[in-house]
């Protein structure tokens, strides 16, 4: 190596010193660079945020047979007068309540199965009785208030609100003496009270 290269090589070296001791302080002393501290994984600190709800009423109601009056005051006068024509014209004279109410729980349950708005489905051609003239005996009115309720209760979530006909029920067809429900249009399962 000739004298040139080497004092160039010296050259660098003392820059390069220079610099890393400019960068760093503490190369420039006999300072030793501490070791960083050992900790704990960091796992940031989570506070959970309440969830923004809107102020309500507090409810009043405590008890089902409360929810059940409550919701057959809001019940449509004259959509417990349409039910309860077809009650009458449909099982006016069946002894049995349940099988009276289920008259009127298989139209709400063909209102759910389909999707379709009740004065959709309350219509002569699928309920024959309420062709049936004459003012509507205020039983079976009372009868669709309730069942009415009832349906309405279970939409919010109340649960046994006292369905006197499955859901899966939306077919029914008379003897004369007795309806029977079933799950499919002139046959499949059949219900009984």
Not at 83 to 98: K, N, P
Not at 120 to 125: F, K, M, R
């Amino acid at each position: 190596m000739n004298r040139r290269n080497a004092i160039k090589l010296t050259a660098a070296l003392v820059l390069l010193l220079i610099l890393a001791a400019l960068i760093s302080p503490a190369l420039a002393g006999d300072e030793i660079i501490p070791e960083a501290p050992k900790v704990a994984a960091y796992r940031p600190t989570v506070i959970p945020r309440a969830p923004e709800v809107l102020a309500v009423e507090p409810c009043e109601i405590e008890s089902f047979d409360e929810a059940l009056e409550a919701a057959k005051a809001e019940v449509d006068d004259e959509l417990a007068e349409w039910v309860g024509r077809a009650i009458w014209g449909e099982a006016g004279g069946v002894q049995s309540a349940d099988e009276r109410a289920a008259v009127a729980w298989c139209a709400l349950n063909r209102v759910d199965a389909w999707g379709v708005d009740i004065w959709d489905v309350l219509n002569v051609g699928a309920f024959h009785g309420l062709a049936i003239q004459g003012e509507v005996p205020e039983q079976h009115v009372e009868m669709a208030r309730d069942v009415l309720a009832r349906w309405t209760l279970e939409a919010e979530g109340w649960m046994d609100v006292g369905r006197a006909l499955p859901e899966q029920y939306l077919y029914f067809e008379g003897d004369g003496v007795r309806n029977h429900f079933s799950t499919e249009y002139g046959g499949g399962e059949y219900w009984r009270a």
